[in-house]
Structures are given as structure tokens and as C-alpha cells.
């Protein structure tokens, strides 16, 4: 039986954006802790949101090569489940995150910038991978998606080491279905759930139906 598709409703920069996504079926909120993007989340405006929500899903600290001070500072306000790397880290960062904190760790590997061989550097440290776009100037997609083609490769490269991976890039309401279709394992959106830059009810719904729509398929 087909493991229903992780869902990673990413972004949320306000109590409003986390009731919204936390009123979900998605399996994971993102939280954005890198200072100067526009998504950014201060660590004590998670915790008193957290306290009012109290949101079902796990929680995943996105994060730039961060210091292990950092790191620290963050979970001092936001009990995380998961740490997602989406910079230039390197095997022994990851290797000093996952020994001082004891949680799993996502690694980012851009789709255009040999990110089969990346994930082969990883192998047997991170427990994850978001596969994603390479945008110059940005670290994350910025909204736009890659050859889904090439997720049967990912696919067969994270099941080589046993790791969930996550489908990022440009995913909205229009070309979910689309998506669905390449059975991905995981989606991790953020853009593609905004109007306005906040998060919109109507899109999360919408791509929580089609992701539904294929689990109900295939189980």
C-alpha cells in the first residue's frame, strides 16, 4: 500500500497564515527562519502563535547554514520536529546539527546543479531531501518548478537510502494535478498556497483535494 504523500505547507509568517495551514490535512508546517526574506518568522512570535493554535501537524525549521547558537535560540520558542538545510552545508554540518539537537534533518539539493550526485554525498547522514528549483540570487525556487520528469530518479535515489523527498518549486492549484501524476512522494509548497503574500484558505484547500484525490487512488 502506497504511504499517503507528506504535505509541507511552507512560509506561514503570521498567527493568520498558521491557523490557516494548521486547519489543514497537511502532514507538516514550515517556518522560515532565515533574517532579511520576506518569509521570515521571529522565533518568540512562533512560540505565543503556537500557543493559541496548537497546530496537529510536525513542525520544520527552514534555515541557511545556521550557527548550532542559532539553531539553539530558534528551539528555545518553537519545540521543532524537524531541521531543513537550505544553503551550502556540508556533510560534517549536518553530521554537528543532527548530534547537538537529536532531530531529523532535511537537505535541500537543487534540481540543475548535480543534485543526484549531492544527494549521493548525503547518503546515511540526512534523513530527507526537498528537491527543488535554482533560482540565481535566490535559495529557494522562488516560485518556480523544475522537469517533473526527473522525479522518477529522485524517487529511486532516495529509496536507494531509505529517506523521504519532498517535490519543491512552483507547485500551486493549477498544476497539482499535473504533479500528482509523476506520484511524488512529498510536496513542499509555499507560494503556490499565497494571495497577496498570505496564506489563502481556497488554494490550500484546493491542493489538499488533489493530493487526497490521488492517495484515495492509489491505496
Given amino acids: 500500500m502506497?504511504?499517503?504523500p507528506v504535505v509541507k505547507l511552507c512560509g506561514n509568517r503570521s498567527l493568520s497564515d498558521l491557523t490557516k495551514s494548521s486547519s489543514s490535512n497537511a502532514s507538516h508546517l514550515g517556518l522560515i527562519f532565515v533574517k532579511k526574506?520576506?518569509?521570515?518568522a521571529r522565533p518568540e512570535r512562533v512560540g505565543q502563535w503556537l500557543k493559541s493554535i496548537r497546530p496537529k501537524q510536525k513542525l520544520v525549521g527552514v534555515f541557511v547554514e545556521p550557527s548550532l547558537a542559532e539553531l539553539e535560540e530558534v528551539m528555545t520558542f518553537v519545540p521543532l520536529d524537524v531541521i531543513q538545510l537550505h544553503g551550502n552545508e556540508t556533510v560534517s554540518d549536518?553530521?554537528?546539527?543532527k548530534e547537538s539537537f537529536g532531530l531529523p534533518v532535511w537537505k535541500v539539493i537543487h534540481h540543475q546543479q548535480?543534485?543526484?550526485?549531492?544527494?549521493?554525498?548525503f547518503q546515511g547522514v540526512a534523513d530527507g531531501y526537498v528537491i527543488d528549483s535554482k533560482v540565481e540570487g535566490a535559495y529557494g525556487g522562488a516560485g518556480v518548478s523544475f522537469d517533473w520528469q526527473a522525479i522518477d530518479q529522485y524517487r529511486e535515489a532516495a529509496h536507494e537510502q531509505d529517506v523521504p523527498f519532498l517535490i519543491a518549486g512552483g507547485i500551486n492549484p493549477g498544476n497539482i494535478k499535473d504533479l500528482m501524476n509523476?506520484?511524488?512522494?512529498g510536496i513542499d509548497i509555499s507560494s503556490g498556497t499565497?494571495?497577496?503574500e498570505q496564506k489563502d484558505l481556497a488554494k490550500i484547500q484546493a491542493i489538499m483535494k488533489e493530493v487526497d484525490r490521488y492517495a484515495t487512488s492509489v491505496s
Avoid at 37 to 40: A, F, H, L, P, Q
Wanted: hydrophobic share 25%; aromatic share 8%; proline share 4%.
Fill in 2 to 4: 502506497i504511504k499517503e
Fill in 37 to 40: 526574506t520576506k518569509r521570515y
Fill in 94 to 97: 549536518l553530521l554537528k546539527i
Fill in 114 to 121: 548535480d543534485g543526484l550526485d549531492n544527494m549521493k554525498l
Fill in 182 to 185: 509523476y506520484s511524488p512522494e
Fill in 194 to 196: 499565497e494571495t497577496n
